[in-house]
């Protein structure tokens, strides 16, 4: 893709919601400090003229003042400052809260870091490499991990970055406010060629972004992707509906609180649903066995990512479509029940000391159900 040079500036393009505080915190302190340098400049210069030693002059007697102006003064110099630098604590603190918690309603993107690229992954489907494309005044969170080394997505124009690790989700958000195309950069050394890890957003209008994304890639979308993998690797025999199944249920599970077999309890994300797979006897769900085998080395970061929307994609959070579920669809339980092995043929593993209830009281009780 090329792009027109620029002119030079100073500053890039204020196009997110956070631009203009950004910059107005950066102006704040720009303005502070060269005040005070300016400030004190002046008077070391002033004082060594007017207090110079003159001609005839001894060593005058050392100052011993206690009086109540120089006390005033001593505050003053002490407190103004102290109120100025809080201001940019405080400023500083807001503007950083407000970019580290995405809205909830927020339009969700995977972004997966690899040397040297970017690699893009919208909901309905569509990828990209290097290239970003979305709607202009609408919240975009993105959800980044990395295939290798520590990777830092950066975009001047919304003031905005964070780092992008392997094996862990981290998240980035923005409202662009300004169709245009502005620079991607990588902000953290990952080896040679980390100058050449860039790209471009293109804020689009919404019309335009919804042609460009029915333009496709052919495929489904990627809940739809991470269903058929769910299939192929035979996480739907045991992650049965019902909550009857040898697994948790995961339908309307995601965004739930979670109680582990060791009483403790986590919340269902994106961090624990990887960890689930990849890792499955780090944390067993109180009444459950730890039956399911490890998946590492066999769903790649973009499969990973598609495995999680699809289970995102089984339920709002909120909601009580579990219950739903068990009342309206008896046919379904009759179904996935078939798929149930005896309880003498259920696989115990020899470690599992759960001190959990029986499989088929805890799914009875309110809060065992969920998972
Ligand atoms: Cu990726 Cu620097």
Not at 284 to 297: C, L, N, Q
Request: proline share 6%; charged share 20%.
């Amino acid at each position: 893709m090329t792009m027109e040079p620029r002119s030079f500036q100073l500053f890039p393009d204020s196009a997110s919601n956070f631009a203009p505080s950004v910059d107005g915190l950066y102006t704040y302190m720009v303005v502070i400090s060269a005040f005070f340098s300016l400030l004190v400049a002046f008077l070391i210069v002033f004082f060594a003229i007017k207090y110079r030693k003159r001609p005839g002059q001894g060593v005058p007697a050392p100052i011993n003042d206690h009086s109540i102006g120089s006390m005033i003064l001593e505050i003053a110099w002490s407190v103004i400052p102290l109120g100025l630098s809080l201001v940019m604590f405080a400023w500083g603190a807001s503007i950083m809260f407000t970019e580290s918690r995405p809205p909830k309603d927020s339009l969700n993107i995977y972004v997966t870091g690899k040397r040297w690229m970017w690699k893009i992954q919208h909901l309905e489907g569509a990828r990209e490499i290097n290239e970003l494309h979305v709607p202009v005044n609408r919240d975009i969170r993105l959800t980044m991990t990395s295939e290798d080394v520590i990777h830092d997505f950066y975009v001047p124009a919304f003031r905005t970055k964070a780092d992008v690790l392997p094996g862990r989700y981290t998240t980035e958000w923005f409202r662009p406010t300004k169709v245009g195309d502005y620079h991607i950069f990588c902000a953290e050394y990952c080896g040679t060629k980390h100058s050449g890890m860039i790209g471009w957003v293109h804020v689009m209008t919404a019309e335009d972004y919804d042609k460009w994304l029915a333009q496709g890639s052919g495929e489904g979308s990627m809940a739809e992707e991470g269903e058929s993998l769910f299939r192929q690797l035979g996480c739907a025999n045991c992650h049965v509906k019902d909550g009857h199944g040898r697994a948790p249920n995961l339908y309307g599970a995601f965004g739930m609180k979670v109680d582990l077999a060791d009483g403790s309890s986590v919340r269902f994300d994106e961090a624990y649903t990887r960890e689930s797979i990849l890792y499955p006897q780090a944390k067993i769900v109180a009444g459950y066995d730890r039956i399911m085998p490890t998946f590492h080395g066999l769903i790649s970061d973009e499969g990973m990512l598609k495995l999680i929307e699809y289970i995102k994609s089984l339920g709002d959070p909120n909601g009580t479509i579990q219950e739903k579920d068990l009342q309206s669809e008896p046919s379904n339980i009759q179904k996935t029940g078939t798929m149930m092995p005896d309880q003498s043929e259920m696989p115990k593993a020899p470690a599992a000391k759960t001190p959990a209830a029986p499989r088929a009281a805890a799914s009875t009780t309110p809060t065992g159900t969920q998972q």
